[in-house]
């Protein structure tokens, strides 16, 4: 369907499908470029999973990809994510995306924005939805690293598929105090780590305290500091501080030239990682709106 926007601009509004990833892919990269975000939303994987949906709509102007939203509506939550190429806002694009959205969601309707703008947080809210999660994506350069002396009577080691069990223990007491944690069992997140075929156990770490208990850990995947926790008994103590920078190390070491990491809105450890030398490199959120 070709159709003339306001100011003479010529669009042609099709569903998009596997064969456009190529443009899914740049148009990602141009927002994220503009707003910062998760930078793996432009690669495969998180691209197909986010925009590839039940439903697609796209919009394109002299062979270029300018707009783009998937809807999908095999569960009881419909989901969606939509990208406007930032040299074409303001023009109404992303409330016609999102009122076709709607169209084609008959449930409770979750929004993903892996590369937020405050733009998008108005629009949302428009529409009657409501944020319900939102965090930050940041940044570490590692030609600078930082300088943490490792606290008394705490060493590290690395993760060995041996103390599996042992490192799920390590972070289901890390987290079970937190708002909302819910406990997986220890097979399915151990079988997540083996299945990730960018896990670094190699350089994930596993702190004990004097008398050799586990009381921390740090995963590795690929460049990404993925997931850090402390025991409650042990907090306050630079023992996280400790495994990041001696993860942050170890990554330089090994070739890495950046790291990151991703740290929810309300989650304390944020101001430790930016003293850590971490910098703000965008965020990205979620917003529901359910049926009335």
Known sequence: MDRTEPGGDALTWKE???GHLAELMELAEAC???DGGLPLFAQPPLLRARLLQTRTLGAWHDGGLVAAVGVGTAGQLATSTGLVHPAWRGRGFGSRLLSWVEEQAD????LTTESWTPGAEA????FGFERTFAEWVL???LTALPEIVRPDGVRIEPVTWEIGPELFETYRASFADRPGFAEPSAEDWLGELREDAEYRPDLSLIARGPDGTAIGFLNVIDNWVDQVGVVPGWRHRRVGAYLVATALRSLAADGAREA???VNDNN???A???RLGFRDAGRRARYLRRRS
């Open 16 to 18: 998009f499908g596997e």
């Open 107 to 110: 449930a409770d309707l979750l």
């Open 123 to 126: 629009l949302f809210t428009a």
């Open 268 to 270: 304390p450890a944020a």
């Open 139 to 141: 940044r570490h350069d």
């Open 32 to 34: 994220l470029a503009a």
């Open 272 to 274: 430790l990682y930016r």
């Open 260 to 262: 990151w990491l991703c």
